[in-house]
Nanobody, 123 residues
Framework: QVQLVESGGGLVQPGGSLRLSCAAS????????MGWYRQAPGSQRELAAT???????NYADSVKGRFTISRNIAKNTVYLQSNSLKPEDTAVYYC?????????????????WGQGTQVTVSS
């Protein structure tokens, strides 16, 4: 089993920045992909950004150039630096982990999920 704990969400004005963190524990040796999916009210869960154990990243088109995913292997932690935030970025952001070797862009491949952290972009 793998446990994921997110932190760093909150309320931010349009154009502002947030950094989300996700700390993994448990059987992390089995994990090959980690990242962030998000879900807005009334919408399906969608990709934000992911990173593989080899360092390959994948971003949704809507966040490219504004969000950066990174990791600290020693701390078993993945980060999402979110800049130039827009109201449409408002969602619950979920940390996800998968034993698959790459990211498909779909949440169904992810076996492990965090509890989610709310990000609200509003003036």
């Amino acid at each position: 089993q793998v446990q994921l704990v997110e932190s760093g969400g909150g309320l931010v004005q349009p154009g502002g920045s947030l950094r989300l963190s996700c700390a993994a524990s448990g059987s992390i040796f089995s994990i090959n992909v980690m990242g962030w999916y998000r879900q807005a009210p009334g919408s399906q869960r969608e990709l934000a950004a992911t990173i593989t154990s080899g360092g390959t990243t994948n971003y949704a088109d809507s966040v490219k150039g504004r969000f950066t995913i990174s990791r600290n292997i020693a701390k078993n932690t993945v980060y999402l630096q979110s800049n130039s935030l827009k109201p449409e970025d408002t969602a619950v952001y979920y940390c996800a982990a998968s034993t698959y070797y790459s990211d498909s862009g779909y949440p169904n491949q992810y076996e492990y999920w965090g509890q989610g952290t709310q990000v609200t972009v509003s003036s």
